[in-house]
C-alpha cells in the first residue's frame, strides 16, 4: 500500500475562494438595493414632468415643451454618475421652502417608480428634487420619493453642471 500524499492546489483553492467572495458582495448588495443591475452606472428614463425652480420664477416643463428633452437628457447623463451617498442630511420643508422660492432647483416627476443603478441603498423613487445652488447643490444632492415627499438621505452626483446648462435654457415666470 503505497499512498501518496494529498496535496492541495493553492491556486486553485484562492480561484474558488475569489468567485465565493465575489458572489457573496454580488448577492448581499442585489439584495439591500432589490436591483441586480446595480454595478451598471446607467440611467434612461423619461419624466413626466420637470418643474424648474430659479429665484423665485417656475417653468413647467412636460414631453414636446422648450427645453424637456434636453433637461431630460442632462438628467439621464448626470444620474448615470452617481458618487456616493449621504445619509446625513435631508431635506427639510423649510428647506424645499427656501429652494422653490429663494433658490434653483428643479423637481423631477415619473409616471413609475424607477431604479439608479448604483451600490447604495436609495430606494426607488418617482420623483427627484435636484438643488442647483446653496448647500445641496455644493454637495450635488439629490433628494428621491414618492410624489413628492422625500426621504432622508441623498445621492451625491459627480457633477451637475449638465443639469445647469440645460435649466439656464429654461424661460421661467414670475
Given at each position: 500500500?503505497?499512498?501518496?500524499?494529498?496535496?492541495?492546489?493553492?491556486?486553485?483553492?484562492?480561484?474558488?475562494?475569489?468567485?465565493?467572495?465575489?458572489?457573496?458582495?454580488?448577492?448581499?448588495?442585489?439584495f439591500?438595493?432589490?436591483?441586480?443591475?446595480w454595478f451598471?452606472?446607467y440611467?434612461?428614463?423619461?419624466?413626466?414632468r420637470?418643474?424648474?425652480?430659479?429665484?423665485?420664477?417656475r417653468?413647467?416643463?412636460?414631453?414636446?415643451?422648450?427645453g424637456?428633452?434636453e433637461?431630460?437628457?442632462?438628467?439621464?447623463?448626470?444620474l448615470?454618475?452617481?458618487?456616493?451617498?449621504e445619509?446625513?442630511?435631508?431635506?427639510?420643508?423649510?428647506?424645499?421652502?427656501?429652494?422653490?422660492?429663494?433658490?434653483?432647483?428643479?423637481?423631477?416627476?415619473?409616471?413609475k417608480?424607477?431604479?439608479?443603478?448604483i451600490a447604495?441603498?436609495?430606494?426607488h423613487?418617482?420623483?427627484?428634487?435636484?438643488p442647483?445652488?446653496?448647500?445641496?447643490?455644493?454637495?450635488?444632492?439629490?433628494f428621491?420619493g414618492?410624489?413628492?415627499?422625500?426621504?432622508?438621505?441623498?445621492?451625491?452626483?459627480?457633477?451637475?453642471?449638465?443639469?445647469?446648462?440645460?435649466?439656464?435654457?429654461?424661460?421661467?415666470?414670475?
Amino acid at each position: 500500500m503505497n499512498q501518496e500524499p494529498v496535496r492541495a492546489d493553492v491556486k486553485q483553492l484562492l480561484i474558488v475562494l475569489g468567485v465565493f467572495l465575489i458572489a457573496v458582495v454580488f448577492c448581499v448588495t442585489l439584495f439591500a438595493n432589490e436591483d441586480p443591475l446595480w454595478f451598471l452606472p446607467y440611467f434612461n428614463e423619461t419624466p413626466t414632468r420637470i418643474l424648474v425652480y430659479r429665484n423665485g420664477c417656475r417653468a413647467d416643463l412636460t414631453p414636446g415643451t422648450a427645453g424637456f428633452a434636453e433637461l431630460t437628457a442632462a438628467l439621464n447623463q448626470t444620474l448615470s454618475q452617481v458618487d456616493g451617498y449621504e445619509q446625513g442630511f435631508g431635506l427639510s420643508p423649510d428647506s424645499f421652502k427656501q429652494f422653490t422660492e429663494k433658490e434653483q432647483a428643479i423637481q423631477v416627476f415619473y409616471p413609475k417608480r424607477v431604479t439608479i443603478h448604483i451600490a447604495f441603498r436609495f430606494g426607488h423613487p418617482d420623483s427627484l428634487f435636484i438643488p442647483l445652488s446653496g448647500y445641496y447643490a455644493e454637495s450635488r444632492a439629490v433628494f428621491g420619493g414618492i410624489a413628492g415627499d422625500y426621504w432622508a438621505g441623498a445621492l451625491r452626483l459627480k457633477t451637475i453642471a449638465p443639469i445647469q446648462r440645460a435649466v439656464e435654457a429654461v424661460r421661467c415666470v414670475r
